[in-house]
């Protein structure tokens, strides 16, 4: 006798159900939508919302082209290290000459510098890198409210997508620094501890500078999030390492990363 479907069910889909079609159909629909889509892309084009009505072949195409020619980009570089920060100039004087400083030394060390490409600690570094006559890259946002480029790029990309950035920007690098910074920062650094923790991304090592401003959020990750929740385990707070000054940054960089 067959037994019923309940609501908690589980339904498998293998490759001959009707939901998964053969990847050859797959493929000659994606091409249809490309070529629909680069011959339909307009001039103005309106943000992603949250579920659209409908496929909207222009912006498939843009998102392919992104990833394609974000990916050419990143894959020049043997050797890089991506800066995160504030793109404001809102903290004390001193955590933008690190950042330059830091970016410096390691240009000279062969690393590519990434940033965000705009203001700020993204400045900074690129400015620390371009002085030190290395690659200086930026992977900006295009955002309504213009977000430019800063002077110190040897290479610069623009995405309409924050989440296609998100990716060459996690695949960018040998090594992750975090400068303080806001949301987007904090955003960049969980999103990079995760895919480590969760082995989508080998092991790399992140590096967050600043004790005064990282040490609140370490706290609360070990009080809040290990001790009293039991969310994450204590190995995971070995994945980031907290530097104060660029001389330890700059040693546990070359310590950790092959030159």
Not at 9 to 16: E, F, K, M, R
Not at 82 to 103: C, M
Not at 136 to 155: C, E, F, H, M
Request: glycine share 8%.
């Amino acid at each position: 006798m067959n037994e019923e479907l309940t609501r908690d069910t589980p339904i498998v889909h293998d490759a001959t159900s009707p939901d998964h079609r053969p990847i050859h159909e797959t493929a000659e629909q994606l091409a249809k939508v490309v070529h629909e889509g680069q011959r339909t892309m307009p001039q103005d084009r309106p943000p992603l919302v949250c579920k659209p009505n409908k496929i909207e072949s222009w912006r498939i195409f843009k998102i392919m082209s992104e990833f394609v020619e974000g990916f050419d980009v990143i894959r020049r570089y043997g050797l890089a290290v991506s800066f995160f920060g504030s793109a404001r100039a809102s903290f004390e004087d001193e955590v933008y000459k690190h950042a330059t400083e830091l970016a410096g030394r390691l240009a000279k060390k062969g690393f590519a510098v990434i940033t965000g490409g705009s203001a700020g600690i993204m400045q900074a570094a690129n400015k620390g890198a371009f002085e030190a006559g290395g690659d200086s890259v930026g992977l900006n946002i295009n955002l309504p409210d213009v977000q430019g480029y800063n002077p110190y790029l040897t290479t610069r990309f623009g995405f309409d997508h924050f989440f296609v950035r998100k990716v060459m920007l996690t695949y960018a690098s040998e090594v992750y620094v975090y400068f303080p910074g806001g949301f987007g920062t904090l955003d960049e650094f969980f999103e990079i501890v995760t895919l480590v923790q969760t082995k989508k991304i080998r092991k790399v090592p992140i590096v967050l500078f600043g004790r005064q401003y990282w040490e609140p959020l370490l706290a609360f990750i070990e009080k809040t999030l290990y001790q009293e929740h039991k969310a994450i385990n204590k190995d995971d707070m070995l994945l980031y390492t907290l530097v104060d000054s660029v001389d330890e940054a700059y040693d546990y960089i070359i310590a950790n990363v092959s030159c």
